[in-house]
């Protein structure tokens, strides 16, 4: 922890700032002047050993380089977060809750265990400037369930997922229990869908013929 009245800290651009601190870089650094965080500085989120607990990023950073979550108990954010560089996992999730996190580029080391809970609208992923496939690492608090976006022309596409259907299919037992939103100036070229066997209802079978609807509640309309 960096603290001290009056004294101010600067992260210059290039910069690394790791933190084990649970209120992130807002509680490593506790001084009272007029501190700087370069958004083209980096950031590290490790959880504390030999037992880490939930981190949260610190309202300070609002933009970065390079983002790293390293902490198996998760971090969140704590105010909008744009990363243009790369985000990257080693352990961990990172949620957004009522935040909105912005990606230039495709994140790094996702996988079931390591990827973005973003669940709402005032939630959501952007990934800026799509137009060969770059893929959202999206999920909700339990289940992995990424997109992967190709459009014809450069398209910002905001995104998330959750597990509470907008409205109730006709056939309940034959659905995946999740609901992507996706939003962009422009319509996608492809997107490319993934999900976990634990999302299947009772009754879905993923080797027989697949529908995508759209809710139009209290309906779905087929996507072709």
């Known amino acids: 922890m960096l603290s001290g009245t009056s004294a101010i800290f600067n992260a210059n651009a290039g910069s690394t700032v790791i933190t084990t601190n ?37 309202a300070a950073v609002t933009g970065a380089n390079n983002v790293t979550i ?25 949620n957004t809750g009522s935040r909105t996190l912005t ?20 939630g959501a992923v952007t990934m800026n400037a799509v137009t060969t496939a770059k893929t959202l690492p999206i999920g909700t608090s339990s289940s992995y369930a990424p997109l992967t976006i190709t459009a014809g022309s450069s398209t910002n596409f905001t995104a ?5 259907l907008p409205c109730t299919p006709s056939t309940a037992s034959q659905v995946v229990n999740l609901a992507w939103n996706i939003n962009g100036a422009n319509a996608p070229s492809s997107v490319t869908y993934q999900w976990n066997s634990s999302d299947h209802a009772a009754s879905f079978s993923p ?17 072709s």
Not at 72 to 94: D, H, Y
Not at 103 to 122: E, H, K, Q, R
Not at 208 to 221: N, Q
């Open 207 to 223: 080797t027989g013929t697949v529908e995508m609807g759209r809710s139009t509640c209290p309906t779905y309309a087929t996507v």
């Open 160 to 164: 998330y997922v959750s597990s509470s």
């Open 70 to 94: 390293n902490n198996s108990a998760g971090v969140s954010l704590s105010a909008n977060l744009a990363i243009t560089g790369t985000l990257t996992f080693t352990t961990g999730k990172l």
């Open 22 to 58: 649970t209120a992130g870089v807002n509680g490593s650094v506790t001084t009272t002047g007029s501190n700087v965080y370069s958004a083209t500085a980096n950031y590290v989120f490790n959880g504390a050993t030999p037992t880490p607990s939930a981190q949260s990023t610190g």
């Open 103 to 122: 990606l230039s580029n495709t994140p790094s080391g996702a996988t079931t265990s390591n990827y973005i809970v973003a669940t709402s609208s005032g």
